[in-house]
């Protein structure tokens, strides 16, 4: 019980320990994470669909951001979310639910790391399938426990945006209206894409043709949801007004 205490109080960050400490460091430090986070997220789809193409030829989109795990990119997509999914479990944030959102959202994006979706053709070196370069034959268990872990980190972030950023003890900074609608939106956006996609996958909403291939439905509602949630960080760190102070300065 002793080493469980202490493995969790080390893994905890300390909130408010030494009010003498520059804030304004830990708050550069923040805003940098910010950054990196929301940069890494925004470019994701980007990165997988521009590489496979470069590649391989190949410039449709895949049916899922999911399935380019087998492909020529696969690298990309593993090192990007691993490396995503680190700096969120390591991002403090101001509150200690700060810290349990983006830690759990960080945690299940390695599980979409470890767990696979399906696969993207039935068999090895499927001719019509050129740009896959493996085949593993998951259980169903490990199918459904992607698109779990999948949702639930797409969800924390969403809450993030929804609920977090908008407070004025989110940051340093004091967000404006607009900055607290734009938030919220972005929340929003990112539950409506997902319930969207999900109900599409089972034909509860149009046909489930518009969310496989070649309409790759489930593709682009995941990405509507990386870039709000992506442009929300961002946002947050006050990349967009930084930006503009640098280059018209």
Same mark, same amino acid.
């Given at each position: 019980?002793?080493?469980?205490?202490?493995?969790?109080? %080390?893994?905890?960050?300390?909130?408010?320990?030494?009010?003498? &400490?520059?804030?304004?460091?830990?708050?550069?430090?923040?805003?940098?994470?910010?950054? !990196?986070?929301?940069?890494?997220?925004?470019?994701?789809?980007?990165?997988?669909?521009?590489? &496979?193409?470069?590649?391989?030829?190949?410039?449709?989109?895949?049916? @899922?951001?999911?399935?380019?795990?087998?492909?020529?990119?696969?690298?990309?997509?593993?090192?990007?979310?691993? /490396?995503?999914?680190?700096?969120?479990? /390591?991002?403090?944030?101001?509150?200690? /639910?700060?810290?349990?959102? *983006?830690?759990?959202?960080?945690?299940?994006?390695?599980?979409? /790391?470890?767990?696979?979706?399906?696969?993207? *053709?039935?068999?090895?070196?499927?001719?019509?399938?050129?740009? %896959?370069?493996?085949?593993?034959?998951?259980?169903?268990?490990?199918?459904?426990?992607?698109? !779990?872990?999948?949702?639930?980190?797409?969800?924390?972030?969403?809450?993030?945006?929804?609920?977090?950023?908008?407070?004025?003890?989110?940051?340093?900074?004091?967000?404006?209206?607009?900055?607290?609608?734009?938030?919220?939106?972005?929340?929003?956006?990112?539950?409506?894409? &997902?319930?969207?996609?999900?109900?599409?996958?089972?034909?509860?909403?149009?046909?489930?043709?518009?969310?496989?291939?070649?309409? @790759?439905?489930?593709?682009?509602?995941?990405?509507?949801?990386?870039?709000?949630?992506?442009?929300?960080?961002? &946002?947050? %760190?006050?990349?967009?007004?930084?930006?503009?102070?640098?280059?018209?300065?």
């Amino acid at each position: 019980m002793a080493f469980l205490k202490n493995l969790t109080e %080390a893994a905890t960050p300390e909130y408010n320990v030494n009010p003498s &400490l520059p804030e304004k460091e830990s708050a550069a430090e923040q805003d940098s994470l910010r950054i !990196v986070i929301g940069i890494m997220g925004f470019l994701l789809p980007i990165i997988l669909w521009a590489g &496979l193409w470069s590649v391989s030829g190949y410039n449709h989109t895949l049916e @899922s951001i999911s399935h380019y795990y087998y492909t020529r990119v696969n690298t990309a997509f593993s090192v990007t979310i691993g /490396i995503l999914a680190i700096f969120l479990i /390591i991002y403090k944030g101001k509150k200690k /639910i700060d810290f349990i959102l *983006s830690a759990t959202a960080g945690v299940f994006a390695l599980f979409v /790391i470890f767990f696979p979706t399906t696969n993207l *053709s039935p068999i090895c070196s499927h001719p019509d399938y050129k740009y %896959a370069i493996t085949f593993i034959n998951p259980d169903d268990i490990y199918s459904v426990f992607h698109f !779990v872990s999948a949702g639930i980190f797409l969800v924390c972030l969403a809450l993030i945006a929804l609920f977090r950023f908008p407070k004025d003890d989110s940051s340093n900074e004091k967000p404006s209206q607009l900055d607290k609608f734009m938030y919220r939106a972005c929340g929003i956006v990112m539950l409506v894409s &997902l319930l969207v996609t999900a109900m599409g996958n089972f034909g509860i909403i149009l046909n489930e043709k518009y969310f496989e291939y070649p309409y @790759s439905g489930t593709f682009w509602g995941e990405t509507v949801a990386v870039w709000a949630f992506g442009y929300s960080w961002l &946002l947050k %760190a006050g990349f967009f007004k930084k930006s503009r102070d640098f280059l018209f300065r």
